[in-house]
């Protein structure tokens, strides 16, 4: 009997030269696997399964991880504020957790022999399957053609052409990869240290001018109500805050990150909704927490980011900062203010029961209500008292 391999499938390039040479030259059944995670509606679903069986898969299978993902990691990604060197909110590395953890569990259920992907030999992507994968499913056997040919993608267009298949190898020219929470784009010019994509590369074109106001409701950390829009749940007001906003060209940016492996890479990213709505949430919390809540969620969240972009989604440490990270949002309610304009947008303010900011107890730099000039003057003795201290014995010493 032939092998039974697994490949996770996006019905891309790499994964479509990956069923043909699994295929043909290694001459096993493949099984292809989709996990959508919030980037593909029912017709490219339903095109991707198409395309994957004309290839020649044996069986397609879909499944749809987009609320699980945001339920075991988007949302710790919203808590912490986490931007992958203060630009960047994670948009392929959180997701590729989601996608290993579902083909695992696929490649199990199936009895598979082994599980393929299309990832390169520079990127952080076959690291991310390939940890998820021994975890799980150690001994299995991990196949990755790109990798281990070493193809450049005009070589992979090339195979393909040579076998007859059909595809738009034009658009095949950039590298998309689409989720819930935002989109990648690699193409020529992310490869070198200078350069801009252009404007046809960009999935989202940028179609709406002038201002709008937009209100996002947060209850305990969470995206509930966008403008006067209820929802069910999270998913579904980042999906609708995408479609207002991703018209501006709003979260286009190209970031510069160190590889897993320890090389420098760029890569294009567009993410409307998630830089809208983590810079509105930071905005919320930075009213409503105290200022060593503050400290230590940035300490713990950045230490969260990068472990996580770096595979490691199942280290338990990482259930302990998410513990911490839930306990932190009990007051994080309230309705963040915005302004949206073509590829920029302003958080206007906040509007919060929980608003440590309360005229109450006084105005930043007019004047106090909950203390007296003479309680400064103590505190700020005791305060300094023991930095005095090191002065005044360090002049006795030296002079």
Same mark, same amino acid.
């Given at each position: 009997m032939k092998k039974k391999v697994v490949l996770a499938f996006s019905g891309g390039l790499d994964t479509s030269f990956c069923v043909k040479?699994?295929?043909?030259?290694?001459?096993?059944?493949?099984?292809?696997?989709?996990?959508?995670?919030?980037?593909?509606?029912?017709?490219?679903?339903?095109?991707?399964?198409?395309?994957?069986?004309?290839?020649?898969?044996?069986?397609?299978?879909?499944?749809?991880?987009?609320?699980?993902?945001?339920?075991?990691?988007?949302?710790?990604?919203?808590?912490?504020?986490?931007?992958?060197?203060?630009?960047?909110?994670?948009?392929?590395?959180?997701?590729?957790?989601?996608?290993?953890?579902?083909?695992?569990?696929?490649?199990?259920?199936?009895?598979?022999?082994?599980?393929?992907?299309?990832?390169?030999?520079?990127?952080?992507?076959?690291?991310?399957?390939d940890m998820v994968l021994n975890i799980l499913l150690p001994g299995i056997e991990i196949i990755t053609p790109i990798r281990e040919l070493k193809l450049s993608r005009e070589a992979e267009i090339a195979y393909l052409k040579e076998k007859g298949v059909a595809m738009n190898?034009?658009?095949?020219?950039?590298?998309?990869?689409?989720?819930?929470?935002?989109?990648?784009?690699?193409?020529?010019?992310?490869?070198?240290?200078?350069?801009?994509?252009?404007?046809?590369?960009?999935?989202?074109?940028?179609?709406?001018?002038?201002?709008?106001?937009?209100?996002?409701?947060?209850?305990? *950390? !969470?995206? /509930?109500?966008?403008?006067?829009?209820?929802?069910?749940?999270?998913?579904?007001? @980042?999906?609708?805050? %995408?479609?207002?906003?991703?018209?501006y060209g709003i979260g286009r940016d190209i970031h510069v990150g160190d590889t897993i492996i320890g090389i420098k890479g760029r890569v294009g990213f567009e993410a409307a909704a998630p830089m809208l709505i983590i810079k509105s949430h930071h905005a919320l919390e930075k009213h409503v927490l105290t200022k060593w809540q503050l400290s230590w969620k940035d300490q713990l969240a950045q230490f969260y980011g990068n472990w996580l972009h770096e595979g490691q989604y199942l280290d338990p440490v990482m259930r302990d900062i998410e513990a911490f990270l839930i306990s932190t949002q009990q007051h994080v309610t309230g309705e963040v203010h915005a302004e949206l304009y073509p590829h920029r947008f302003q958080v206007l303010g906040i509007e919060s029961p929980y608003d440590l900011m309360s005229a109450k107890?006084?105005?930043? *730099? !007019?004047? /106090?209500?909950?203390?007296?000039?003479?309680?400064?003057?103590?505190?700020?003795? @005791?305060?300094?008292? %023991?930095?005095?201290?090191?002065?005044?014995?360090?002049?006795?010493?030296?002079?």
């Amino acid at each position: 009997m032939k092998k039974k391999v697994v490949l996770a499938f996006s019905g891309g390039l790499d994964t479509s030269f990956c069923v043909k040479y699994l295929k043909d030259d290694m001459h096993v059944d493949v099984h292809t696997i989709t996990v959508n995670t919030g980037g593909f509606d029912e017709a490219e679903l339903k095109r991707i399964e198409a395309h994957a069986l004309s290839l020649g898969a044996v069986d397609h299978k879909t499944v749809d991880e987009t609320r699980n993902y945001y339920d075991k990691v988007i949302r710790y990604l919203v808590y912490g504020n986490v931007l992958k060197n203060n630009a960047y909110p994670l948009s392929v590395s959180a997701e590729r957790m989601s996608q290993a953890l579902a083909v695992a569990d696929y490649a199990k259920a199936i009895g598979a022999d082994g599980v393929a992907h299309g990832s390169t030999g520079a990127g952080n992507d076959q690291v991310r399957f390939d940890m998820v994968l021994n975890i799980l499913l150690p001994g299995i056997e991990i196949i990755t053609p790109i990798r281990e040919l070493k193809l450049s993608r005009e070589a992979e267009i090339a195979y393909l052409k040579e076998k007859g298949v059909a595809m738009n190898f034009e658009k095949a020219q950039y590298s998309i990869n689409k989720g819930i929470w935002g989109t990648s784009v690699g193409g020529k010019e992310t490869l070198n240290s200078l350069g801009m994509l252009p404007e046809e590369a960009w999935p989202t074109p940028v179609t709406k001018s002038g201002s709008e106001r937009v209100v996002l409701h947060f209850e305990k *950390g !969470e995206l /509930n109500k966008v403008n006067e829009k209820q929802f069910d749940h999270p998913v579904e007001a @980042i999906q609708f805050l %995408q479609q207002l906003a991703g018209p501006y060209g709003i979260g286009r940016d190209i970031h510069v990150g160190d590889t897993i492996i320890g090389i420098k890479g760029r890569v294009g990213f567009e993410a409307a909704a998630p830089m809208l709505i983590i810079k509105s949430h930071h905005a919320l919390e930075k009213h409503v927490l105290t200022k060593w809540q503050l400290s230590w969620k940035d300490q713990l969240a950045q230490f969260y980011g990068n472990w996580l972009h770096e595979g490691q989604y199942l280290d338990p440490v990482m259930r302990d900062i998410e513990a911490f990270l839930i306990s932190t949002q009990q007051h994080v309610t309230g309705e963040v203010h915005a302004e949206l304009y073509p590829h920029r947008f302003q958080v206007l303010g906040i509007e919060s029961p929980y608003d440590l900011m309360s005229a109450k107890f006084g105005k930043y *730099g !007019e004047m /106090n209500l909950g203390w007296t000039g003479d309680d400064v003057k103590g505190f700020t003795k @005791i305060f300094g008292n %023991q930095v005095g201290i090191y002065h005044a014995i360090k002049k006795d010493v030296e002079t």
